[in-house]
């Protein structure tokens, strides 16, 4: 399985971007599975941002909630991340993760950098 995230770049403040992941593998594994977003900004560690389960559960970092909205299209093995109200602070690697009964790949990463 491979995952291939898209829609990364440079944004001001106060502006949106929305990421994509797109699974190699079969649709029936990614609805299984619990699709996440994390990030990484130098020098810290990977955190989660939002996480959204088989059954359509979502998960929110404390310092995302209200601005960013995790989903998931099951008929395109694809999950989404739309980011709204970005700030400079949100700059970071962004990383998509499968997680299918802890068989667990990982997106190459996806640059996202918020200027002020």
Do not use: H
Not at 15 to 40: E, K, N
Not at 83 to 111: H, I
């Amino acid at each position: 399985v491979q995952l291939v995230e898209s829609g990364g770049g440079l944004v001001q403040a106060g502006g949106s971007l929305r990421l994509s992941c797109a699974a190699s593998g079969t649709r029936t594994d990614f609805r299984l599975s619990i699709m996440g977003w994390y990030r990484q900004a130098p020098g810290t560690q990977r955190e989660l941002v939002a996480a959204v389960t088989s059954g359509g559960s979502t998960n929110y970092a404390e310092s995302v909630k209200g601005r960013f909205t995790i989903s998931r299209e099951n008929v395109k093995n694809t999950v989404y991340l739309q980011m709204n109200s970005l700030k400079p602070e949100d700059t970071a690697v962004y990383y998509c993760k499968q997680d299918l009964f802890r068989n667990v790949v990982w997106g190459q990463g996806n640059q996202v950098t918020v200027s002020s």
